[in-house]
Nanobody, 114 residues
């Protein structure tokens, strides 16, 4: 059974930074592409960053140049470094495989507000 536990969210002012972490279990982490998804109030969940098993990264245009995804296969953990945060980044952030599995974690709330 896949378990995903996200952490690191919080309240931050515009222009600030946060680092999200996601610990995964129940999947062969090292061979899966992983991604960070987010869901803002009233909107559909969207994929914002992906990292392949080999470390190749891709980003949604809305976060390119500000967010960095990374992974530590030894710890079964994926990270999202978020810099220059904007109010429109406010959302619940989730990690999952790419393509996503049925099971989702509880997510971690990010609020960007002055």
């Amino acid at each position: 059974q896949v378990q995903l536990v996200e952490s690191g969210g919080g309240l931050v002012q515009p222009g600030g930074s946060l680092r999200l972490s996601c610990a995964a279990s129940g999947i062969i982490f090292s061979i899966n592409s992983m991604g960070w998804y987010r869901q803002a109030p009233g909107k559909q969940r969207e994929l914002v960053a992906t990292i392949s098993s080999g470390g190749i990264t891709n980003y949604a245009d809305s976060v390119k140049g500000r967010f960095t995804i990374s992974r530590d296969n030894a710890k079964n953990t994926v990270y999202l470094q978020m810099n220059s945060l904007k109010p429109e980044d406010t959302a619940v952030y989730y990690c999952n495989a790419v393509p996503s599995r049925k099971s989702w974690g509880q997510g971690t709330q990010v609020i960007v507000s002055s």
